[in-house]
């Protein structure tokens, strides 16, 4: 509420507010010290020079000097909410990760949703990839799924990922995050990394321009295991459908909202979420063994693959709500810190070599990003379950062990001790081979998927895709660029390539990019493209 705010003139006749006038509590310092004047730095006299004895000053200053922490280096643009996971049912039969084990438990959630290429600052309907990361904070430790909203990626290898990234944000020279160069920068990287191919295509689609969080859908991308009580491992492939189906915007209405509300998609979620209108997603899994897997033509260790869902419907395991916005935007959602790497017992990963190197990117990340290594002392990271252990001291450490003894073995019979039967045991999969830096030859296929992807496209949504390309591609300045983009597109449909072509001014067809296998043309053909249709 709005209050009539009553305002005492001091004694240089300057207006002031009183915690007296208003019956409010009394201002101090950091330091707990009262506050008398916050609104005129010591001086000597009216006109005076300002004293550098002014530790209110100083202080109040000093604090507002270090507010900003470095933005993510990707996915800096994000907006949180919490919430909760429900189980369906057991899933023991799977995993041994107590969150699966009971009927209609529920755990706590956190979950960031965010772009991937702009600013904190940028605005919400950029054609993007969003993140859609969940922190799940389980009885056994905190499990993070962190995802996007397309279910692969553009590059096989996680030592790709400073490249991709440098070529998709702004130039260091010109601090553009779409300047011309950043397209050329872009569309050169995607037009030499020929396993991008499937991931651009759902990129051009419809998917990068949604409606707002809530209508999206989420992907673990990478194939994980779970791994039973048993010691049995099953493959799985994690993914979020939300209850109120997939939708998302044309082109030209996300130029016209990104201008007149930037902020779209949080103010949507913030509004749904205080109105009571809680959004809600099912988590399905795809579960196979080896022996499916080696039924495929690629690899399901391969993060630019999915594994069709005709082919292999997803089952429901359970429903996440979101239900509370963040009380403080800083301390939770820019605080919060997502790893691959923070799987329970019973979840574990596979030899993705994305996946692999996220693994160690993100606990990196995060110290640079939050400034100390005990950022797990921060509420919204710490977790919601008993944790003992004997790590102690750094910056701003709240946990230390105290009153107990800080190592082990020690002869006082104190501190925590592991636990073979309840802790994570990586589950043990025989490896064996030569120490190089491999390209396994079963990750070579760039285009069928990239295809299969297209032709399961509605007509309307073709179209999407091929003005999205034009669009992209024209504001590309080396011909050579777009040339070999069409000539990796004559590898996934002849109609979608000629038509960027024309509507680019192409005059003579490049050749198909090299392909190391061939597609798979037995998969039907797209309809023929007009150029006039749109
Ligand atoms: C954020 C690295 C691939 C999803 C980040 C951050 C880094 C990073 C350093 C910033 C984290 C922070 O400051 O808190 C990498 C590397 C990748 C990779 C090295 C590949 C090698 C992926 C993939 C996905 C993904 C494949 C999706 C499956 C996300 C999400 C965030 C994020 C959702 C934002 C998390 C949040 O909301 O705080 N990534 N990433 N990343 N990444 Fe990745």
Redesign the pocket.
């Known amino acids: 509420t709005v209050h009539d705010q009553k305002l005492t003139r001091g004694e240089g006749g300057e207006l002031h507010q009183t915690a007296e006038d208003l019956g409010l509590e009394v201002m101090t310092t950091a330091q707990g010290g009262p506050v008398a004047d916050d609104q005129n730095s010591l001086k000597i006299g009216p006109r005076g020079p300002v004293l550098m004895e002014d530790f209110h000053f100083r202080e109040k200053m000093f604090h507002f000097d270090h507010e900003r922490i470095p933005e ?4 800096a643009r ?1 907006y949180g909410a919490h919430g909760f996971f429900e189980t369906y049912k057991s899933l023991s039969k799977y995993t041994r990760a107590d969150l699966f084990q009971r009927e209609g438990e529920r755990t706590p959630a956190f979950v ?1 949703f ?1 772009t991937v290429a702009g600013s904190k600052g940028s605005f919400d309907l950029a054609r993007d990839v969003r ?3 969940v922190k799940i904070y389980t009885k056994e430790g905190n499990w993070d799924l ?3 909203n397309i279910p692969v ?1 553009f ?1 096989q290898d ?1 030592i790709k ?1 400073p490249d991709v990234i440098h070529a998709v944000k702004e130039d260091p020279d010109s601090a553009f995050p779409q300047a011309q160069s950043a397209h050329d920068t872009f569309w050169d990287f995607i037009s030499l990394t020929p396993e991008s191919m499937h991931m651009v295509m759902w990129q051009m689609s419809d998917r990068t321009i949604p409606r707002s969080f809530r209508f999206m859908e989420g ?4 194939t994980f295991r779970l791994v039973n009580a048993k010691n049995e491992s099953t493959f799985v492939k994690f993914h979020w459908k939300p209850k109120l189906g997939l939708q998302s915007v044309l082109w030209n209405e996300a130029v016209k909202i990104n201008g007149a509300d930037p902020d779209f998609h949080r103010r949507d979620l913030w509004t749904a979420i205080q109105s009571g209108n809680f959004p809600e997603w099912e988590l399905q899994v795809q579960l196979f063994d080896q022996a499916f897997a080696d039924g495929f033509d690629f690899d399901i260790l391969d ?1 630019t693959k999915i594994i069709p869902e005709e082919v292999l419907p997803p089952i429901a395991i359970g429903r996440l709500v979101l239900d509370r916005m963040p009380d403080n935007f800083f301390a939770e959602t820019e605080q ?3 790893m691959t790497q923070n799987v329970p017992p019973g979840i574990d990963f596979s030899n993705d070599p ?1 996946l692999q ?2 693994n160690f ?2 606990l990196d ?2 110290l640079k ?1 939050l400034g100390s290594p005990n950022f797990t002392h921060l509420p919204i990271n710490a977790p919601k379950c008993p944790f003992a252990h004997f790590q102690q001291d750094g910056h701003m450490a709240m946990r230390n062990p105290v009153g107990r003894i800080n190592y082990q073995p020690n002869s006082f019979g104190e501190g925590p001790r592991e636990s073979p039967s309840r802790g994570f045991v990586p589950f043990p999969e025989a490896e064996e081979g030569a120490k190089a830096r491999f390209r396994a030859e079963s990750f070579a296929d760039h285009y069928s998927q990239a295809r299969q992807f297209f032709i399961s496209q509605t007509r309307g949504e073709q179209h999407h895709i091929a003005n999205a390309l034009t669009f992209e591609l024209s504001k590309c300045k080396l011909p050579v660029i777009r040339e070999r983009v069409v000539s990796h597109l004559l590898n996934i449909d002849e109609g979608l390539a000629n038509r960027v072509a024309a509507a680019l001014g192409i005059k003579t067809m490049p050749e198909p990019a090299d392909a190391a296998v061939p597609t798979r043309q037995d998969l039907p053909p797209s309809p023929a493209l007009s150029i006039v249709e749109r």
């Not at 993510?72 to 996915?75: A, G, L, N, P």
């Not at 992907?219 to 990478?222: D, I, L, P, R």
Request: no cysteine; proline share 3%.
């Open positions: 993510r280096v990707v996915h994000g960031r965010s993140g859609f990361a962190v995802g996007n990626f590059i996680a990922f992907f673990g991308v990478h993060p919060v810190a997502f994305l190197g996220r990117s993100y990340t995060q990003r």
